[in-house]
């Protein structure tokens, strides 16, 4: 064997294989960190099985989105007549309510969990929303967005959940809030969302863009 060789082999040794086990754990570290305590999850809710969360999929385009729940602010604008800059503190002391759901990915796998949070409906009267508005745009901290129509939210009480089978929901599984929206596909679900918007018109997010139906009703089809 060369110099250069035994060089390059002690090199590989010594340096470059154990920094490389060193980042691969800080990393593996992180995305199976327990932030939830999976002794306080619900297992059934009224005699119906619920998905563990560790064994629910996770999907999402830029991977795990770290908030602070100190500096998050979840802002309510576009047609309203006041605008609403909400801390975590003021979401989770809105009165909330609590519901089985099953979320499908239009990739056909899907999980039944149950959801506690804020009804939109609370959020949408203490901002005025102006009669005129149809549509909802929901913005996230990946840079993903959706919509739903305003009549769909109201009449089916959609909320903003922060708890998942009765635990603050885990960083990967969208905290501070992901929308539970009964009867759609798991894109409308969006996670992490940091603003809200109103408008009068139809708005397509990251998937509906690219062809995903924009109605996006479970059952119906995936394209429009
Ligand atoms: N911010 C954000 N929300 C998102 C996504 C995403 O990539 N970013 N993916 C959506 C898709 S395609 C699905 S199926 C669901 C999955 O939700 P889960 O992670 O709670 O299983 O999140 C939805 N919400
Ligand atoms: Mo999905």
């Known amino acids: 064997m060369s110099q250069k060789s035994k060089f390059l082999g002690t090199l590989i040794v010594l340096f470059i294989f154990p920094s490389c086990i060193f980042l691969s754990g800080c990393i593996y570290e992180r995305d199976t960190q327990e932030t939830y305590n999976t002794s306080l999850e619900a297992t059934e809710y009224e005699g119906k099985q619920l998905t563990p969360i560790s ?21 309510v604008y576009g047609m309203v007549n006041s605008s609403l800059d909400l801390s975590y503190e003021q979401l989770v002391n809105y009165p909330s309510t609590t519901r089985f759901t099953r979320l499908d990915c239009v990739e056909g ?67 501070p809030v992901q929308l539970v929206a009964e009867g759609k596909y ?33 059952g119906g089809p995936a394209f429009e």
Do not use: H
């Open 55 to 75: 064994e629910q999929r996770n999907n999402a385009i830029e991977g795990t989105q770290y908030i602070d729940q100190d500096t998050y602010e979840l802002q």
């Open 186 to 218: 798991g894109y409308k679900w969006a996670k992490w969302i940091t603003a809200i918007e109103l408008t009068d018109e139809p708005y397509e997010g990251y998937w509906e863009r690219v062809g995903y139906s924009n109605n996006a009703e479970v």
């Open 109 to 175: 796998w899907g999980f039944d969990a149950i959801w506690t949070g804020v009804p939109l409906s609370l959020i949408f009267e203490e901002a005025q929303v102006s009669d005129n508005a149809t549509n909802v745009i929901f913005y996230c901290a990946d840079g993903y967005s959706t919509s739903l129509e305003l009549d769909y939210i109201v009449e089916n009480d959609i909320m903003l959940a922060y708890k998942l089978n009765n635990v603050t929901l885990p960083p990967e599984r969208g905290f």
